[in-house]
């Protein structure tokens, strides 16, 4: 296994400077892949590269490599996968069963599925919605196992709700805003069938969400990626949905950072957290939508100015991401020794971050050999907690350099019981306790200690963490938590989240048969079997092209 200095240099500006016409690919041609089996310690980039002829198409050729000939899956993954050899696990066929009953229809078609099944919860809440994000994982499923009608239409309806009227009391949404949500509104008086979508007028706190259209765009790619139907991603609704939704997170305004600047609960953790500012789950996800985006937009029209705007904003948040946003044992101690009050721009503590605020956990959580991206960097402020979410995306979407992805997942192997213990995966660590919890959740009774979003432990978030150590080269890494989760998840009913430091117990509020627990469960074991299956999401990591060398004009002379 490949291991690495604990000292990850921070990127240079040159480093960085991202070429548009790499970023640019060729349209995507049918991802169609032969069932491999593989826990070789090698990286995915490795892997990847030892199989294909490097063009400079962008960091995508490998898809036409002759190691991923055309023909298909081999057999349909709903049949049970198993690991090197031995028959199909019999949790599996439980998930497909469990998973299929979640799917939600709209005049005969399948749309979607609700966030949980769980006749026993006497309040349904908003739970027998279909939410954007926690589709994802099902819509992963769905494109691994062949089935494709379901994801087409989620995309669909979901882009057609974008133009619906969207209001918070008398205040008016961003066009591109997308729907958290939505559930199908069925009259039986009138034998009617409508959509009807939430944009966050009815969630806790009437938080508008962030990420649904960061994810909404992922998804787009992946679904083309698969099925190589650029006529979905090229339509005219599809290219103007990309562009409202990119015109909210480009427009310009008073910021100084490129990062987005978010209020709490805009994410998956929709609560009040603490994470309002620059959330390293907003972060990576406007990375890697910003990336997919320049693959499906097309330069024409309005489209050629927004990817002009996207390769700006790309160059300047890498660096801004992988300098202050990364943090190691070395950039610790600089940041422990930091002076304050520096004016100009020759500061080093460009931040005027207080060496006194940093947490003494931090001290003892940090090894000499990892690191990880911060949850938080704003003025005067530095969020040290470990965020799992946008760390494993920061390495899918290679945010992350090399030697940082290899960093994050010595990190997570190193403090193995603290971030994964009995159920992966923690959401965050570690968990607001006493004053701090009080006083940054306003004594949410929801988010108590090690519970829920303050650090509970939640198997959807198996399926990015599976999805990383494919990438670094640590199957085996994600083969151990797949077990740990297969012990127990079928005989607790699939919940939603679990508690305690180990995460040893259901959550005191976890819904029961979570459909995202079930599909991050599917798409991370599929991806294990068959790690090619990764090139749906990731994306391979920029490297600068050397300068064109020409000849001078007195060559000739």
């Not at 009437?206 to 099925?227: C, E, N």
């Not at 530095?382 to 946008?390: E, I, T, Y």
């Not at 995202?516 to 079997?529: H, N, T």
């Not at 990591?541 to 060559?555: I, L, N, Q, Y």
């Amino acid at each position: 296994m490949k291991r690495v200095s604990s000292h990850v240099s921070l990127a240079s500006e040159a480093e960085i400077n991202l070429d548009l016409s790499r970023l640019i690919i060729d349209r995507p041609q049918r991802f169609t892949l032969e069932r491999k089996r593989s826990f070789d310690e090698q990286s995915w980039s490795e892997l990847s590269h030892s199989h294909s002829h490097r063009n400079n198409d962008g960091f995508d050729s490998v898809l036409q490599s002759p190691a991923f000939p055309s023909g298909g899956f081999d057999s349909p993954f709903s049949t049970g996968t198993h690991f090197g050899g031995g028959g199909p696990h019999p949790l599996v066929n439980e998930a497909w069963e469990a998973l299929r009953k979640s799917v939600v229809y709209f005049r005969e078609q399948p749309v979607g599925t609700i966030a949980a099944v769980d006749h026993a919860s006497e309040e349904v809440l908003n739970y027998d919605q279909v939410f954007v994000r926690d589709f994802v994982p099902s819509a992963l499923a769905f494109l691994m196992n062949n089935e494709t009608d379901i994801v087409k239409n989620f995309l669909l309806k979901t882009l057609h709700l974008q133009s619906s009227e969207k209001m918070v009391d008398r205040f008016k949404l961003g066009a591109g805003a997308m729907p958290a949500s939505f559930k199908v509104d069925r009259n039986k008086n009138r034998n009617t069938e409508t959509l009807v979508a939430d944009f966050g007028e009815s969630a806790i706190g009437r938080v508008a969400p962030v990420d649904s259209g960061f994810w909404w765009i992922i998804l787009l790619r992946a679904y083309t990626k698969y099925t190589g139907d650029v006529s979905l991603s090229e339509s005219p609704d599809c290219q103007k949905c990309m562009r409202l939704i990119l015109n909210l997170c480009l427009s310009e305004g008073f910021d100084t950072f490129p990062t987005l600047l978010c209020t709490d609960g805009c994410s998956m953790i929709d609560r009040r957290m603490g994470i309002y500012g620059y959330p390293i789950e907003i972060q990576a996800l406007f990375y890697m939508a910003l990336r997919c985006a320049l693959q499906m937009l097309k330069p024409e029209g309005e489209g050629k100015d927004f990817i002009e705007k996207i390769g700006q904003r790309l160059h300047a948040l890498t660096y801004h991401m992988r300098n202050y946003f990364w943090l190691d044992f070395h950039q610790l101690n600089n940041i422990y020794r930091y002076k304050t009050e520096e004016y100009s721009h020759t500061a080093v503590n460009k931040f005027n971050v207080i060496p006194d605020s940093i947490p003494d956990w931090v001290f003892d959580f940090m090894p000499c050999r990892g690191g990880y991206f911060l949850g938080n960097v704003s003025p005067a402020m530095m969020d040290f907690r470990w965020f799992a979410l946008g760390n494993c995306i920061t390495i899918v979407s290679s945010l992350a350099t090399p030697e940082q992805s290899v960093a994050i997942m010595d990190l997570i192997e190193e403090k193995w019981d603290e971030l994964v213990g009995e159920m992966p995966l923690k959401i965050c660590y570690p968990a607001l306790e006493n004053h701090e919890w009080r006083i940054i959740t306003g004594c949410d009774p929801k988010n108590t200690r090690w519970s829920y979003h303050n650090g509970g432990s939640w198997p959807v978030l198996l399926w990015l963490l599976t999805a990383a150590c494919i990438k670094t080269g640590r199957p085996q890494m994600a083969k151990r938590a797949i077990e740990l989760a297969e012990s127990r998840l079928l005989k607790d009913g699939w919940p939603e989240y679990y508690d305690g430091k180990l995460g040893r117990f259901v959550g005191k509020q976890a819904r029961k048969f979570q459909t995202w627990s079930i599909a991050g469960y599917l798409v991370a074991r599929m991806m294990l079997e068959d790690p090619s299956t990764l090139m749906m999401i990731s994306m391979e990591e920029d490297r600068p092209m050397k300068p064109t060398m020409r000849r001078s004009a007195s060559w000739n002379a």
